[in-house]
């Protein structure tokens, strides 16, 4: 069970690395991004120590930097957003709370709770590597963010409904 | 000691953040400071640098067609730019390339959209035609520019047919590319792989794997393309010449791109044989 739960991580790291460094990186339109690898972040297990989510998340982002040439742009990103986990998951707790060993996908919280969570992550995430891309706000920073996230969701339901088909 | 373990696992988030924040952010912010990191944390690595090499290999696939394209029409325009294609106004021909020199051979990129080579005469029907410039009796190498294919026999705006040298009338103004013996290469329309080539006298000394190449006698090769290598010869009583076979340098059952070469110097020339003709 508990060599499960690594196995898993593993195997999604490096797929969703290789998704989002080969398949979507060429997706996107001009400055418009689709990102998928944010996921890992959000599937990792509710219970994992907080420095360990951080490291983990570290080191997604700076290799997703390897394939964009971010030089740590996805890095601090995802450090920021993995400090922040805890956080947003205590402000989405469902009413009955979490249960011990529960997973934070579609399958085990439902399909809305699991877009609401997925929803609030890829938002900031794009938000905050579009500003620190930019370094300034205008209105098409926002539209880029905007359509950026959409496109993000959509591979991101995508993928929840391919690996755990009983949504 | 246990205190500042707990103490350390209580708030080893924190500690991870501020570290790997600071860090990251440093990189970039510092980014292009040194070429060591750069050469690390890019796509130049070696790891991701190898999977990127790996999977260009699978994904070139899609636009294959396209790149070959722009290839074939970028060859058009170096091939024009070589001396061979050139003209020399000056009477030292030794000096290649100067402002002397005019353009004299014109290549066009086509591809092969229909092609025989079992027929008794066979035809092969390009992608270009009078529209992109091409004209009657011109010459067709393959994609490499270097083999000869055949020769422009048809132009329609879109589209041309070209008498492949696999064919009884094509007769191709040849020589030996070693010692200038010349003759012309003819098909016998039995093996797409081999011509003959005649009229090379006996006194002339070849051997197997002689390369045969144009002439550039006639207007419409120009000189030097490979057309072949000797592959037999026989001293035949009766006659003053070899019978010579040449295995073809060009495999014509796999044709996909080829080049129109326009002699754009041939009515000059033919005027002015005509004129001693006469």
Same mark, same amino acid.
Not at chain 2, 30 to 48: D, G, L, P, Y
């Given at each position: 069970? #508990? ?9 999604? #790291?490096?797929l969703?690395? &290789?998704?989002?460094? $080969?398949?979507?990186q ?8 689709? @990102?998928?690898?944010? &996921? ?14 951080? #490291? &983990?998340? @570290? ?11 971010? @030089? ?11 400090f ?19 997973? $934070? ?8 709770w @699991? ?9 900031i995430?794009?938000? $905050? ?7 300034? &706000? ?10 950026g ?11 929840? #409904?391919?690996?755990?088909p009983?949504? | ?20 924040e ?7 912010f510092?980014?292009?400071? /040194? ?14 640098g +190898? ?16 790149l ?35 353009? *004299? ?12 080579? +079992? *027929? ?5 029907t ?5 529209k ?9 190498l ?11 026999v048809?132009? /329609? ?13 094509s *007769? ?45 006698? +006639? ?27 040449? /295995? ?31």
């Open positions: 069970m #508990f060599s499960n739960v690594y196995a898993v991580n593993i195997f999604r #790291f490096l969703l690395l &290789l998704i989002q460094g $080969l398949v979507l060429h997706i996107g339109y001009k400055n418009i991004y689709v @990102f998928i690898y944010p &996921l890992f972040l959000m599937l990792l297990p509710l219970e994992i120590p907080h420095g360990l989510l951080v #490291f &983990l998340c @570290f080191l997604m982002g700076i290799s997703v930097d390897i394939f964009y040439n971010g @030089f740590g742009l996805h890095a601090s990103v995802m450090v920021a957003i993995a922040a986990r805890p956080l947003i998951c205590g402000l989405m707790e469902p009413r009955g709370g979490f249960e011990v060993g529960q997973s $934070l996908n579609a399958k085990s919280l439902g399909l809305r @699991f877009m609401k969570y997925s929803a609030v992550i890829s938002l995430h794009m938000f $905050l590597i579009i500003l620190l891309e930019e370094l300034s &706000l205008s209105w098409f920073l926002l539209a880029r963010v905007i359509i996230f959409l496109l993000s969701m959509l591979v991101i339901v995508l993928y929840q #409904f391919i690996f755990n009983k949504v | 000691m246990n205190k500042i373990v707990a103490f350390l696992y209580r708030f080893s988030g924190l500690f991870a953040f501020l570290i790997l600071f860090f990251s952010l440093y990189l970039y510092t980014q292009n400071m /040194s070429q060591e990191k750069t050469a690390f944390i890019s796509s130049a690595n070696r790891t991701v +190898s999977i990127y090499d790996y999977t260009n290999r699978w994904m070139s696939y899609w636009n294959l067609s396209s070959n394209d722009a290839l074939a029409k970028e060859n058009a325009l170096l091939k024009m730019r070589l001396p061979e294609s050139q003209f020399s106004n000056l009477s030292d021909s030794g000096t290649a390339f100067n402002e002397f020199d005019e353009l *004299r051979y014109q290549y066009t990129e086509a591809v092969v959209i229909n092609n025989s080579v +079992s *027929r008794n005469n066979n035809y092969i390009l992608n270009r035609g009078s992109h410039g091409v004209k009657l009796q011109s010459a067709v393959n994609g490499t520019g270097e083999g000869v294919v055949g020769v422009i048809a132009v /329609s705006s879109h589209f041309s047919t070209a008498m492949s040298v696999l064919h009884q009338e *007769r191709i103004s040849a020589k030996i590319k070693r010692n200038g013996f010349f003759g012309s290469a003819v098909w016998n329309g039995k093996d797409s792989r081999r011509l003959y080539l005649d009229a090379i006298p006996k006194h002339a000394k070849i051997m197997k794997g002689d390369s045969v190449v144009t002439s550039g006698y +006639s207007t419409i090769f120009p000189e030097g393309i490979i057309i072949g290598t000797i592959d037999t010869f026989s001293n035949q009583t009766g006659t003053n010449f070899y019978e010579i076979g040449v /295995s073809l340098s060009v495999d014509l059952n796999s044709l996909q791109y080829v080049y129109i070469v326009d002699d754009m110097m041939k009515n000059e020339l033919k005027q002015l044989e005509e004129k001693i003709k006469k």
